[in-house]
Each structure stands twice: as structure tokens, then as C-alpha cells.
């Protein structure tokens, strides 16, 4: 097939004067060398496109792929991470991953959060924050976890997103309101395990990979996964592989993980994350349905590595997934 591959990469735009924090999720140059020669590996041919203004130029003049291999974030809008997939569904290319309406859904942790609740599966008591104010009406005791309502990789979390004094709870919301100019998610602080758990495959064909349990090591923030630990994972931070068939709240983990990938309609690829109580029992803390594939960097390759699969496997399964929707009995349907 010829692929076209999708991305925003972080070395354009910080050379365009954006910052590290207004780029953060977007990906480095040799995480693109890298998914362009896995699927080459596969046999097919790749076209390196960019992001979504440079998919529209192309798409003007003419130019077409078999499939695109999407890892575009986005930059502006609550819903940026939908942008190429919706432009790709009005020119009726197939593409990987999932479509602009679970896109649009998930990077809004709060509405991802009601759709999880509503479909029966655990989550920590919650609410959204417009204004500084609005911290005042909480109706659940704390420690309250804070973090922005649309943003990844750890953005805007720090030791400072866990409160527990009441009374500071309008001050951390207020800086982040400000900082990053939209609503912030508040919700009840777990103190037990974190687990980020690696699924595959769209709908009923969808399965768990595995769980890594996320270790903080000394000199990392504390009691959080927060961006700072992110973006130095390799000396802050120890992936455990965590086994289900000797360590129940694991178990429970991968369970909940894939019911929630399969309730909020999720494709091909991608990581939930999932936080347990003091007593150990899980709870969806929020789902990366773009996840990110570094293959040494990112989570999902990292718990790939730990089991074994090689980075080109784990490309070529995604890929799968997505030719699925491309079968003549499938095309212009709406397929889970």
C-alpha cells in the first residue's frame, strides 16, 4: 500500500518561535524515521505529509494514499486532535486510529469521564472547573487531583496538582486557568497503584497487551505521573511490567481498561491509564487514544519492549486494525 503519514513534529514548530510547553505533545523527528521504516519493513511505500494545513495543500493538488498513518495532534481547538481525521473522512481516505468524534471526546477529560460513568465502569469522583470561583462548590471531600481539562503528556501536572487543603484549591485552579486558558478537571485523588494498560485491535477484536506499573524513583515528583517525570522517564521513572495472573488488582486493571476502550468506541491502538485506590481497587483515569510511538520513550513501546513484541509488530498490528475498515463490506460504514 502507499501510506501517507500524518504528524505534527515538534522540531517545525518550535523553529516557527512556539515553546516547549505549547509543543510538548508533538513528535520528535526520529519517532517518525522510526513508524516510516516499520511500515516500509511491511512492504509498503510511505509519504511523509506533515500536519493537517500541509494534508490540506496535498489533498488540493491531487495527491491521494491507500491509507494514512495519523499521529497528528494539533495545535488549536478542544477539538484539534479530530482536524486530520476529519478532513481525511470528507476525501474518504482511510486512515488509522480512531475518527474525529472519539478524538474530539477524549482529549476532554471531563466529558470522557461521563461517558465512562455513564456506561458503568469506575472513575474517580469529579467535576469541571470553569473559573477560580467555581472550586468553591465542590460537593466530594478531598485530596483533589488538578490537572487542565484537554491537554497530554503530562501537561500542567506537577506535585502542585495534588491538594489537599481546601482552602488552596481556587489558587491551583486559577494558575492553571490562566496558563492554559481552559477549564480544569478536578478530581478525587488516588493514592494506591498507576497502571497504564496497552490495547490493540477496535471493537470485539480488541485486546490488552499489557499493563506497566508506573514506579517513581527517587528525585521524581512525588506522588504523581506528572510531566516533568514524563518527559525524563528514563531517570525519574521504572516501568514495571505488571502481571494479571499473580496480582489481582492488575487483573482488574486490564479488565476495566479494555471495557473502557470498547464503551468509548476506540481504534487500533493506543493506552488507558488507570489509578487504584488504597485499597487497590482500579479506577479509568483517562484514555490515550493517540498514544505516543517512540520506540523507546513512549509508553506503549516501552510495555511492547517488556513483552517482547518488536517495534515493526506493533505497527504492522495497527495497520491490521485498520485494513479491517477498508474491506469493500466495510467502506462508508460506521465500523467499531
Known amino acids: 500500500m502507499k501510506i501517507g503519514l500524518t504528524y505534527d513534529l515538534r522540531s517545525e514548530y518550535l523553529a516557527m518561535g512556539y515553546s516547549e510547553d505549547e509543543t510538548a505533545e508533538f513528535d520528535r523527528d526520529d519517532t517518525i524515521s522510526a513508524i516510516e521504516n516499520a511500515l516500509k519493513t511491511l512492504g509498503h511505500k510511505t509519504d511523509r505529509i506533515g500536519n ?13 494514499w491507500d491509507l494514512v498513518f495519523n499521529i497528528a495532534e494539533g495545535l488549536f481547538g478542544i477539538a484539534r486532535e479530530a482536524q486530520v481525521p476529519a478532513i481525511l473522512d470528507l476525501y474518504e481516505i482511510p486512515y488509522t486510529f480512531s475518527d474525529p468524534l472519539i478524538l474530539g471526546l477524549t482529549l476532554h477529560k471531563g466529558m470522557t469521564k461521563q461517558v465512562i460513568r455513564e456506561s458503568g465502569f469506575t472513575t474517580p469522583d469529579f467535576t469541571v ?23 497530554g503528556t503530562g501537561k500542567g501536572i506537577s506535585e502542585k ?14 494558575e492553571l486557568l490562566k496558563q492554559y486558558r481552559q477549564p480544569v478537571l478536578v478530581e478525587t485523588y488516588l ?15 480488541a485486546e490488552v497487551l499489557g499493563a506497566l506499573e508506573v514506579i517513581l524513583l527517587p528525585g521524581a515528583e512525588k506522588g504523581v505521573y506528572s510531566y516533568v517525570n514524563k518527559e525524563k522517564c528514563e531517570e525519574l521513572v521504572e516501568y514495571r511490567l505488571a502481571l494479571p495472573n499473580s496480582d489481582l488488582p492488575v487483573k482488574k486493571a486490564e479488565a476495566l481498561a479494555l471495557g473502557c476502550w470498547r464503551a468509548l468506541g476506540c481504534r487500533d491502538g493506543g493506552r488507558i491509564d488507570i489509578r487504584c485506590d488504597e485499597a487497590g481497587n482500579p479506577y479509568f483515569l483517562e484514555v490515550n487514544p493517540l498514544a505516543g510511538l517512540h520506540p523507546e520513550h513512549s509508553d ?18 495497527i495497520v491490521d486494525s485498520a485494513v479491517l475498515r477498508m474491506m469493500p463490506e466495510n467502506r462508508g460504514q460506521w465500523v467499531q
Open 52 to 64: 493537517a494545513k500541509a494534508l490540506t495543500r496535498r489533498l488540493v493538488a491531487g495527491d491521494r
Open 129 to 151: 472547573v470553569p473559573t477560580a470561583k467555581d472550586a468553591a462548590a465542590l460537593k466530594f471531600p478531598p485530596p483533589y487531583f488538578v490537572k487542565p481539562v484537554a491537554e
Open 161 to 174: 496538582s495534588i491538594v489537599r487543603d481546601p482552602r488552596r484549591l481556587a489558587a491551583v485552579c486559577g
Open 191 to 205: 493514592s494506591g497503584r498507576e497502571f497504564t494498560v496497552g490495547i490493540v485491535g477496535t471493537g470485539p477484536d
Open 300 to 317: 506503549l513501546p516501552i510495555l511492547c519492549n517488556h513483552l517482547g513484541i518488536p517495534y515493526g509488530e506493533l505497527i504492522r498490528r
